[in-house]
């Protein structure tokens, strides 16, 4: 029952593209924490720490897009004013 109630606040949230993007961060980011918990646990338990570190900075790189998305808007804006193109492409 908690789980239909937490879509149809998602479905009425949909005018709304922050709230959209907070209940979705909300609802899918305990469900990819447990997916690459279980994934890393796998890599360590044959012993393969070559594809564990791998897969490891990949999920950091994809848990900062996805829990904090002003970070790639800012790597963009600092490269626009490094690069000195003022959106003038």
Do not use: S, Y
């Not at 961060?25 to 570190?53: K, Y």
């Not at 690069?83 to 003038?88: A, E, R, S």
């Amino acid at each position: 029952m908690d789980l239909l109630l937490n879509t149809n606040e998602l479905v009425l949230a949909a005018a709304d593209g922050n709230t959209l993007a907070t209940g979705l961060r909300n609802f899918i980011g305990p469900i990819l924490m447990l997916i690459v918990g279980l994934v890393a646990i796998t890599f360590l338990v044959r012993r393969e720490m070559t594809q564990f570190l791998i897969f490891l900075g990949i999920a950091i790189v994809v848990f900062i897009l996805f829990f904090a998305p002003d970070v790639l808007k800012n790597i963009a804006m600092g490269t626009e004013k490094t690069l000195g193109t003022g959106g003038k492409w």
